[in-house]
């Protein structure tokens, strides 16, 4: 299965620009990536995703590097509610529908 | 919008006891997933159904069974708890497809067995 590869931690302040970056070396080409962060004792919450172009909403901007091997979350602004586990995932196709393969996520501490 | 609603929230279990989680979604998503997440880890793959009465593996299906029994609900048991163990299980829908589908999670099951 494709795999990602994420920092195990980031550290941060409030009102900074967060770069949080992913390695998917063995990304296929009609793999999606997706971006869920989690807080304790909830489920995973869906950011973003992108497959070939970076992407933008109101929570983040995804830059993927043109050759799809790598991306980077960009939290701007970043607040004490952003403080979570980012999760850098690969949407894979099997048996008709799609499954997310998750790696161990960057843990994102925001400080005031 | 909708709601993944998981019960029980916390589950705790004796060795070799056979334990039975419940997931109900009411965004009338046709495909539903069962992950486990084990302390500091990412999510693992147990089961998925992408329609009623329908059943895949995914990576970690042994020692698990489920059932889709209508739409809107699909449970997981354990078949026999081993001692010590200590994991999250979430539940999770998403419209079918290859595009985009972006997953919904609910809260968790915590499951202690003691």
């Known amino acids: 299965d494709a795999k990602t590869t994420q920092p195990d931690s980031m550290e941060s302040t409030e009102g900074e620009t967060v770069h949080l970056p992913c390695s998917h070396a063995?990304?296929?080409?009609?793999?999606?990536i997706y971006w869920y962060r989690q807080v304790p004792l909830q489920g995973p919450e869906y950011v973003t995703h992108g497959l070939q172009q970076n992407t933008t909403n109101s929570m983040a901007f995804l830059a993927i590097a043109s050759d799809r091997k790598s991306s980077t979350l960009i939290l701007p602004h970043v607040s004490l509610r952003d403080a979570a586990v980012y999760h850098c995932?690969?949407?894979?196709?099997?048996?008709?529908?799609?499954?997310?393969?998750f790696g161990e996520g960057t843990k994102l501490t925001v400080s005031s | 919008g909708g709601i993944i609603t998981q019960t029980p929230k916390f589950l705790i279990g004796q060795e070799g006891q056979k334990l039975t989680l419940k997931c109900q979604q009411n965004?009338?998503?046709?495909?539903m997933y069962w992950y486990r997440q084990d302390s500091g880890k990412g999510l693992r793959l147990i089961y998925y159904?992408?329609?009623?009465?329908?059943?895949q593996k995914g990576d970690l299906s042994e020692g698990y069974d489920a059932s889709r029994e209508k739409k809107s609900s699909f449970s997981l048991t354990v078949t026999s708890a081993q001692k010590n163990e200590m994991a999250v299980f979430l539940c999770a829908s998403s419209i079918p497809g290859l595009g985009h589908a972006e997953q919904f999670f609910g809260p968790g099951t915590r499951l202690t067995v003691l």
């Open positions: 159904s992408i329609t009623e009465n329908d059943l």
């Open positions: 995932i690969l949407r894979v196709a099997q048996g008709g529908s799609a499954k997310l393969i």
């Open positions: 965004f009338n998503h046709d495909t």
């Open positions: 063995t990304i296929s080409g009609n793999e999606y």
